[in-house]
């Protein structure tokens, strides 16, 4: 059926550093891939997204890449700040007749001063 | 305009009570969906609606749970009778089209005794 799978569960990173979050996808079908950010006590927020049609999407610090044949996505946050800590997941959308999103479990993602 | 807006923002309730949660999408969106988010489950998709039809409604966990658009800025999320496993945070979220940005609402926390 369909599923997302998302690793790591959780991040460490120092300051500046860079952060790489992987998903993988089930159905080759699906053609819409967004990522949400989800700091504590708050609501998800899209913060970038990507279509089947593009295999890599940059937006200042961060970027998304996307491996069709693969089945897998991945979201990459260079210089990382302590304003980025947070809950981050990836989704996916399935072209069938409903085009709901799947989401991926979550990353907690924490960056060390 | 003021985003999705939820209410109650918390709901405390005993067991076997109805709970009733509210949501009002972003004018002029034609999507409006329902999750449930826990720390064992994650962010589910509960229901959808386009334009105020129900197209998925195949994450609704039981018969305990409906869900009601009667017009373009009004949903409604019930729980009849409630159980202590209902606690969560429900988020309720809008968007333009089928694969566009899902703006969420700022969640409904919702704790059953």
Known sequence: ?113 | DAGVIQSPRHEVTEMGQEVTLRCKPISGHDYLFWYRQTMMRGLELLIYFNNNVPIDDSGMPEDRFSAKMPNASFSTLKIQPSEPRDSAVYFCASSLGSQETQYFGPGTRLLVL
């Open chain 1, 1 to 113: 059926g369909e599923n997302v799978e998302q690793h790591p569960s959780t991040l460490s990173v120092q300051e500046g550093d860079s952060a790489v979050i992987k998903c993988t996808y089930s159905d080759s079908a699906s053609n819409y891939f967004p990522w949400y950010k989800q700091e504590l006590g708050k609501r998800p927020q899209l913060i970038i997204d990507i279509r089947s049609n593009v295999g890599e999407k940059k937006d200042q610090r961060i970027a998304v890449t996307l491996n069709k044949t693969a089945k897998h996505f991945s979201l990459h946050i260079t210089e990382t700040q302590p304003e980025d800590s947070a809950v981050y997941f990836c989704a996916a959308s399935w072209m069938d007749s409903s085009y709901k999103l799947i989401f991926g479990s979550g990353t907690r993602l924490l960056v060390r001063p």
